[in-house]
């Protein structure tokens, strides 16, 4: 069984990168949740990260995008958002190009490039 992680950097750009699909009409909430479960899966194989049939599965996604989108609105909704999610969205409205690199370098751990 994998130990539980706390969420880093990377992973919470994916999330917020897909919530922003979603909202803007590219994705629906359900194919966001499975692409972001399967990246982020990745991500932890391709770091060496035995896995289990919890870790970052898509009911954990689906309730964490309920706290992405309490950071990218500003209050809290269904669950409150973390002090990592509320950084990322500042990250990505206040600081572009430093968050556009972060969910590049997140990409390329996705791809197994780095």
Request: proline share 1%; charged share 30%; hydrophobic share 45%.
């Amino acid at each position: 069984m994998a130990a539980l992680k706390r969420w880093n950097p990377y992973e919470a750009a994916i999330l917020l990168n897909d919530y922003l699909r979603v909202i803007h009409g590219e994705l629906t909430e359900k194919e966001a949740v499975t692409m972001v479960s399967q990246k982020l899966r990745k991500m932890a194989a391709n770091q060496g990260m035995e896995l289990d049939d919890v870790y970052r599965n898509e009911a954990g996604i689906h309730f964490q995008m309920y706290a992405m989108e309490s950071a990218y609105q500003g209050f809290t909704g269904t669950k409150r958002a973390s002090k990592l999610f509320i950084e990322t969205v500042r990250l990505y409205w206040e600081e572009r190009e430093r968050f556009d690199q972060l969910l590049k370098e997140a990409e390329a751990l996705v791809a197994g490039k780095i």
